[in-house]
């Protein structure tokens, strides 16, 4: 062991905590609780730090007033429109120096727990934190949402990982962080709870329940405790819903999952165009920043997220041109900024969208038939369907317009219109913004629900290391010699290098069909599944279906097609009977059972 090796053994060491306190959390629901609280805690601090970094960075570049918001501002110097360029300069920079010291992809938490049990680097995640404040802090038209989450579940992760938590845990307190996160970010814990079951944990257990919870008020209460202003929504009073009003309820979640999907499709347009062009990675987010400043300059409402111009917007009396070119350039410019090379999440950028299409849909109809409900009111609806088409989680978005309004009735409107979005989305699409960019990279998962474990049962966990081999040239007398009836089922033939050629049946070469004339000749004519291996990597999944299409008990493992070594030997019945013991694991995780 060298002094490096030695040096990191000894700091992951002094990362642990004590073995009694680890043993609590391990073996006591209570122990969970508690560290989700401390999670909560921790994340509360996280997006105050965020949130005021980026507001500092906003005052500072744009010449704002102390607490005005960008998107909000009613004037600003000509020189703030250069800004994005220069973040787009910036984050440039960070790109190229990314990709020449740390060329690895950087993990979100969806996809943490849904491929690597809950394991997420928290240098990553500050590494995404800084990218999503240059591309805030600059004008870029996208949310802090992103980093909240990311290093609130990071330092979940970290903590979880001190603890030497299980898996099924590891991945609760990662769901801890994001929930914590959302819910101290909107002042909501309902939202923030179920953002992680739907979103970040995949599933909905009476196991998540109390530390997911936990952790989303405390984050709540410590957010207001250190001032936090709460997000809040004035729809007016609302006599009482009529089975009319479903019907607008419904069409406006199609319409606004229409535009969501144009909008996923637009920003998959934009990084395609990026990636064929002779423009360089580092280059783009300078270029994708000038567009941006060209279209703030038409529209200033698209800088940063749109916190201040929702509430400006949500109150006012705008025409249907207005509507239209808000619409248009807020996602034109969240297009190009992600597209481009900006880190950032389109949470909020969604939920403003949204209000704006919910206004648009209102004033459109209402030219044809009179609505009703106020504007105000479908524009609540259309917030939460543009954001469950783009972001995913029906009921964190019902939950959130109740949250952010305190209206049980609009709260049903909202349920509909979730449902038809997420409907048509998933009918037509397929996917939500997170899972469509995981798709992107070849990935095939589709929520955070823990599919990382079948990944991780490889064949080379699973295989027998203690085969027996045989020289192909070997005749039958020797071979009947070597392997006596009833010593192994099969053996491995390799040749004079000691590639795999394929396997012999010792049954077979005691079959009745061999007379004594017979012994001298070679066991070569023996040979089954010649072509037809498996290879370390692999997983059940995969070898269960190599199984099949052999239509053999057991197949060798190999290191590569081309070396063709032979590693070790995997029946079919064994992988089965694993699987299903991996399976029913995870059942007894999501139900609660130690």
């Excluded at 916190?307 to 969240?334: Q, W």
Aim: hydrophobic share 50%.
């Amino acid at each position: 062991m060298n002094i490096y090796q030695l040096r990191h053994n000894r700091f992951l060491r002094a990362l642990l905590v004590p073995f009694r306190l680890r043993a609590l959390v391990r073996g006591n629901e209570i122990g969970m609780v508690i560290a989700g609280a401390l999670i909560g805690i921790i994340s509360a601090f996280v997006v105050a730090a965020i949130s005021g970094i980026s507001q500092a960075m906003h005052e500072a570049l744009f010449d704002l007033d102390e607490g005005e918001k960008l998107s909000s501002a009613l004037q600003l110097p000509s020189t703030a429109y250069l800004a994005p360029l220069a973040g787009g300069i910036l984050m440039g920079i960070v790109i190229w120096i990314l990709a020449r010291w740390r060329k690895r992809p950087i993990v979100d938490p969806i996809e943490a727990n849904a491929l690597h049990g809950g394991n997420l680097s928290l240098t990553d995640s500050l590494i995404l934190t800084v990218q999503n404040l240059i591309s805030n802090g600059f004008g870029a038209s996208v949310g802090l949402e992103a980093a909240y989450t990311q290093l609130a579940s990071g330092f979940a992760s970290r903590i979880g990982r001190a603890l030497k938590l299980r898996r099924a845990d590891l991945r609760t307190l990662v769901g801890c962080g994001a929930a914590a996160a959302i819910a101290s970010a909107f002042h909501a814990p309902l939202t923030g709870s179920f953002y992680a079951f739907e979103l970040i944990i995949g599933v909905y257990s009476i196991a998540t329940l109390t530390p997911v919870v936990v952790a989303a008020i405390v984050s709540t209460l410590v957010t207001q405790a250190m001032g936090g202003a709460p997000f809040i929504i004035h729809v007016g009073n609302i006599d009482g819903i009529a089975p009319r009003d479903y019907v607008p309820a419904l069409a406006l979640g199609f319409f606004a999952a229409a535009i969501a999907i144009l909008i996923m499709r637009g920003v998959t347009f934009i990084e395609k165009a990026a990636r064929k062009s002779v423009v360089p990675a580092p280059v783009a987010p300078a270029i994708g920043g000038i567009f941006i400043g060209l279209i703030a300059f038409l529209s200033p409402q698209v800088l940063a997220s749109g916190h201040g111009a929702l509430h400006i917007d949500l109150n006012a009396h705008l025409t249907i041109p207005v509507l239209l070119l808000l619409i248009l350039s807020k996602a034109l410019a969240s297009a190009v900024t992600i597209g481009s090379g900006f880190r950032g999440g389109l949470f909020f950028a969604s939920l403003f969208l949204g209000a704006l299409t919910g206004k648009l849909f209102a004033a459109t109809i209402g030219t044809v038939s009179p609505l009703a409900l106020e504007q105000q009111v479908y524009a609540v609806i259309g917030m939460s369907s543009m954001a469950v088409a783009i972001v995913g989680g029906p009921l964190t978005m019902t939950f959130l317009a109740l949250e952010l309004t305190g209206d049980f009735p609009i709260s049903m409107l909202v349920l509909g219109a979730v449902v038809s979005s997420s409907l048509m989305v998933r009918r037509t699409f397929g996917y939500s913004f997170a899972t469509w960019r995981f798709h992107l990279r070849g990935e095939s998962i589709r929520s955070a629900h823990d599919v990382g474990w079948i990944r991780d049962l490889t064949v080379a966990r699973m295989m027998r290391h203690d085969v027996r081999t045989v020289a192909v040239d070997t005749n039958i007398e020797t071979f009947r010699k070597e392997f006596p009836l009833g010593s192994t089922q099969r053996v491995i033939a390799v040749d004079d290098a000691g590639r795999y050629v394929g396997i012999i049946p010792v049954q077979q070469v005691y079959s009745e069909s061999f007379d004594a004339g017979d012994d001298a000749r070679g066991i070569g004519d023996l040979l089954h599944y010649q072509d037809q291996f498996l290879l370390p990597q692999m997983n059940a999944k995969e070898a269960v279906a190599r199984f099949d299409r052999a239509e053999s008990e057991a197949l060798a493992v190999i290191n590569n097609a081309q070396e063709r070594k032979v590693l070790g030997l995997l029946s079919e019945s064994h992988t089965l009977r694993r699987y299903s013991e991996e399976l029913d694991q995870r059942r007894r995780e999501v139900a609660g059972e130690v």
